[in-house]
Nanobody
Framework: QVQLVESGGGLVQAGGSLRLSCATS????????MAWYHQAPGHQRELVAT???????NFADSVKGRFTISRDNAKNTVFLQMNSLKPDDTGVYYC???????????WGQGTQVTVSS
């Protein structure tokens, strides 16, 4: 069973920062585009950021300039650095791995981020 283990969520005031981490197995990580999704209360899950195996990144307009995504290939871990957080960033953040060879998708259990105003 594929596991993506997330950590780093919590409660922060508006303007603050959090760093999310997601670790998985090397067999998955090395051949997957990694991504973070955000699901706000009462809303659908939305793509926040992606990073390819070669390190190419892409971001949702709502987080450009505030969030960065990176991957540590030695630790099979992807990070989401979230700065200048806003109350609208509140919700559950999910890590996703998509194999580039098969398009198989894997999800983490989600980590809660709450930004107070």
């Amino acid at each position: 069973q594929v596991q993506l283990v997330e950590s780093g969520g919590g409660l922060v005031q508006a303007g603050g920062s959090l760093r999310l981490s997601c670790a998985t197995s090397r067999s998955i990580f090395s051949i997957s585009t990694m991504a973070w999704y955000h699901q706000a209360p009462g809303h659908q899950r939305e793509l926040v950021a992606t990073i390819t195996t070669s390190g190419y990144t892409n971001f949702a307009d709502s987080v450009k300039g505030r969030f960065t995504i990176s991957r540590d290939n030695a630790k099979n871990t992807v990070f989401l650095q979230m700065n200048s957080l806003k109350p609208d960033d509140t919700g559950v953040y999910y890590c996703n791995a998509r194999k580039v060879t098969t398009n198989d998708n894997y999800w983490g259990q989600g980590t809660q981020v709450t930004v107070s105003s």
